[in-house]
């Protein structure tokens, strides 16, 4: 689902945050990058916007085709708008996303 940590990035990394994404559930880290994508937002970060949505975009699941293509469309939508650095835009769907994440999957 979400690439592993590489070695070079867990010399770098704070090694508190290291092991509190190598231990997170998978709906965690869902959490996680959608509070990554919205601190990019907020910061103008473009790419850590832009690896967040990718990141996003990898982690769905077409087998379930009536929820990853809507999401799909819409994180697609997101990238469009973050290569245009129109971040309130991303910021107000992502903060959507992460809202009904949370509630669904009961982590913050």
């Known amino acids: ?11 770098k990394a704070d090694p508190y945050l290291v092991q509190k994404i190598m231990s997170a559930s998978a709906e ?26 990718t990141e996003l975009i990898k982690a769905l699941n077409f087998d379930q085709k009536e929820i990853a ?3 799909y469309q819409l994180y697609q939508f997101c990238l469009e ?5 129109e971040y309130e835009i991303v910021e107000e769907i992502i903060g959507e996303f992460k809202a009904a994440w949370s509630e669904a999957m009961n982590v913050s």
């Not at 689902?1 to 010399?11: G, I, N, Y």
């Not at 937002?41 to 790419?47: F, G, H, I, K, L």
């Open 1 to 11: 689902m979400l690439q592993s940590v590489t070695r070079a990035q867990k010399d």
């Open 28 to 53: 965690q880290l869902i959490s996680y990058i959608y509070d990554a994508i919205l601190n990019g937002c907020r910061t103008q970060n473009q790419e850590k916007v832009l690896s967040g949505l």
């Open 69 to 71: 293509v809507p999401m």
């Open 81 to 85: 708008r973050a290569r245009k650095k």
